[in-house]
Structures are given as C-alpha cells and as structure tokens.
C-alpha cells in the first residue's frame, strides 16, 4: 500500500482555497509496476523428473505458461541468467494470452522487446527486463512467453518445480498461434523470473510466500495452480481484499545450506527473493524442515546435510526477521508441518520440530504466527500429516492440503 503523507505545512499555506478544492483523485497506476508473478531461480540441475536445464538450448523456441495474481494494462518480464556461464542471446520473443497448453489466444500476440530491439542478450549473472507490451490481463489470467533461442546457450538458468507445463519446438516459432510445432514438454520454467503488469486498477497489497517444496506446490497438480499460495490468492479475493500472492518456494530448499540441487539457502536467497520484489508488504516464512530432515537420510542429492539443531534454526530465523523488519515487511511464522511415516522421520527430527514449532507460536519474534502444524495434523496422531491432505509421502500435501493451508491463514495479520 502506498502511504498517505498529510503535510500540515502545505495546508495552512493554501488557506480557504485549498478547503474549497475537489477531492485528490486517486493515483494513477498506468506507469506503477506490479510484479504479477516471480519465481526463485536455480542452478542447472537434474532435478526431480526431467528437465532441459543441464542441455541448454539451441535453434528452438521456449513457451512458458504462468498465471498472473494482479492485472493491468501492460506487461513486460524479467530474463535471468543468473547461474549460466555463457551469454544468454535471446533471437526474438513475443508475450500473449494463453487459450489452452501452448495454444494462444489470436489477435494478442505482441513482440517483447528490449530498450526497443528485438533481440538482446544477457551477460552470465545478469538479469534484463523487457520493455512494456500492451497486453491486458486479467487477475488470474494466465499469459504465455515464447523464446527463440537461436544461438547455443549452455545450461540453464531455471526454477526445477514449476507444476506447469514448459513446451519446446525446434526453429523459430515465436509468431505461432497454435500448438502444433511444440511436440516436446517439462514441468519447469527457463530463466523467467518475473512478470510485472501496470495499469491496473488498484494497487494491491503483495504477499511473499517463502519457503521449501512445501510452498513450491510438491504434490499439487501440474497446470492446476493449486499450490498453497495459488489458493490463498484466489481466497483473499474471494473475501473481497484482493492481493497479489508470489511464490519464492524451492523445492528441498534449506534455511542454511547451500545446495547444487536445491538452490541457495533462504537466509541466501531472502534478499533477492523477497526484499528486492517491489512494494511487498508480508512474507509467510515456512520452512526447516529439510534442514532437520536431511541429517536423518543418507542420500547424494540431501547433501551437504548438516546435523542442525533447533537453535540454530532459530537463530536463522531471527535474522531473517530483522533483515524483513528492516525493509518494513510485516513476518508471519509459519509452524513446520508433521511428517511422521516420511523418509525424514525419527525420534530426533520429531523432537527438533517440536521444538522449533513451540518457539514460532510463543516466542513472539513474528509479527503473526499461522499454525500449519495444528492444521495438518491427524486427529488420532498430531506427529502424522492428516490422511486427507496427504499427497502420499506423508509430508507434502495434497491439493486439498494446500487449501486448508490457505484458509488457515489469518487475513488480519496480513
């Protein structure tokens, strides 16, 4: 929300006039940008089903479906090559509604260029945003970018656990309106990072949810945007205060260890991937679990995996809060979720999640707290996740899980 400044000085000095004067009409959001939809980026990995991250691209055209939490009038994306170790040469690109899988709708295709070129290219480690298409979307939307990758680009800059569909054509097929030519598909999003929209009609609140696979959506369904975020998006605007809701959830992330699989740690990560979105308000922080969990399991991809205690944990927390307090972003605490039956489970990982969940609901370092934990829970057993919510490894939920998740979250402390 943009703060009202009430400027006392200013008043008096217009006297009776200014008491005569219309009402201020309300800002004008057509040059305000709102980040519609964002998603961590990661290194170039195997990932958890295939991918073509590690491969790269050359001569073939990338279609990527998102939807977006906010509309406008305009749109325009952020490209990032952030862990690629070769220039990224985008040969062409266009943005436009999306119909079905990689169809769009006719007449909405627009060129997607940068600062007025068609083409540009992006140095290892740099990011370059788009100039603005006019494209309207609604909230809830989905729009499409397609990319023509001419030139080799190495492994890819990506986000592993998209839960939506990628799709790959060989050739430039930018322009296209139909699906035909896009024969190949994986569930992962290349080095798209954001998508911003202006020109809407208000300017919404923006949430951050932050965390593991939990709030990536493992175990939701792929194309149904029915991530735990996704539905507390589309349940605020149910209840009449529309706000924006992006997802910075990485799949196996850990509080405080870096991993080549499963990105920079979120302490890491917490400024590019919350602080630095424009105009956040709160962040929901969930996650710690694979920091407890990993140390239980002998696995190469649960590597490093540090025997991590609860204060630690904590301590990590508590930066993560000051560093938000800082910027002036309200902290919601979100308890970790029980896990009883999974791979992670033991006596010691039980007790460090107790521990850890007691100090999230009684510390009071939060500014709020949303109890996931008492949410998810069986009834007959509060260590095992509710047969119900549970997508079938018994620590991920299910779509329903998710929205049970969404509902328990407090809208006052938003």
Not at 32 to 52: C, D, H, I, K, R
Not at 357 to 366: C, F, L
Request: aromatic letters at 8%; glycine letters at 8%; hydrophobic letters at 40%.
């Amino acid at each position: 929300m943009k703060p009202l400044a009430v400027l006392a000085a200013a008043v008096v000095a217009a006297g009776l006039a200014a008491a005569c004067s219309p009402a201020p009409a309300e800002p004008d959001r057509s040059d305000a940008w709102t980040t519609a939809w964002s998603v961590p980026m990661q290194l170039p990995s195997e990932g958890f089903e295939p991918n073509w991250a590690t491969d790269g691209f050359a001569d073939q055209t990338v279609r990527q479906v998102v939807r977006v939490a906010d509309g406008g009038t305009q749109a325009r994306i952020t490209l990032s090559n952030l862990y690629s170790r070769d220039e990224l040469r985008i040969a062409g690109g266009t943005i436009a509604r999306t119909v079905h899988g990689a169809q769009v709708q006719a007449d909405t295709t627009r060129p997607l260029r940068f600062d007025g070129a068609d083409s540009v290219t992006v140095a290892p480690g740099a990011e370059v945003t788009s100039d603005a298409a006019d494209l309207r979307l609604a909230p809830f939307e989905s729009a499409t970018v397609t990319l023509y990758l001419a030139e080799r680009t190495g492994p890819a800059t990506f986000h592993a656990q998209g839960y939506a569909s990628t799709y790959r054509a060989a050739g430039d097929h930018i322009a296209d309106r139909e699906a035909t030519a896009f024969t190949e598909a994986t569930h992962s999003w290349y080095y798209l990072s954001d998508l911003e929209v202006s020109g809407g009609p208000e300017d919404p609140e923006t949430i951050v949810a932050f965390g593991d696979s939990i709030t990536d959506g493992f175990g939701s369904d792929n194309d149904g945007n029915n991530r735990y975020p996704d539905a507390l998006a589309e349940r605020l605007a149910a209840d009449g205060t529309p706000s924006t809701v992006l997802n910075a959830g990485i799949g196996g992330n850990m509080f405080l260890s870096d991993s080549k699989w499963f990105g920079e740690s979120g302490l890491r990560r917490f400024d590019r991937d919350v602080l630095s979105k424009p105009g956040v308000d709160t962040v929901i922080v969930l996650g710690g679990l694979n920091d407890i969990g990993f140390s239980e399991v002998d696995l190469p991809t649960y590597k490093p995996n540090p025997d991590v205690s609860a204060e630690q944990l904590i301590a990590g927390y508590r930066d993560l809060i000051a560093r938000a307090h800082d910027a002036g972003i309200t902290v919601v605490g979100a308890t970790l979720l029980p896990m009883k039956g999974a791979e992670y489970y033991t006596d010691t990982s039980a007790a460090k999640i107790r521990a850890v969940n007691d100090w999230i609901r009684t510390s009071g370092a939060y500014d709020a707290v949303v109890d996931f934990n008492a949410v998810m829970a069986d009834p007959a057993d509060r260590e095992r996740l509710n047969a119900a919510f549970d997508s079938g490894d018994h620590k991920h939920p299910n779509a329903a899980g998710y929205a049970a998740m969404a509902a328990a979250v407090d809208q006052q402390a938003l």
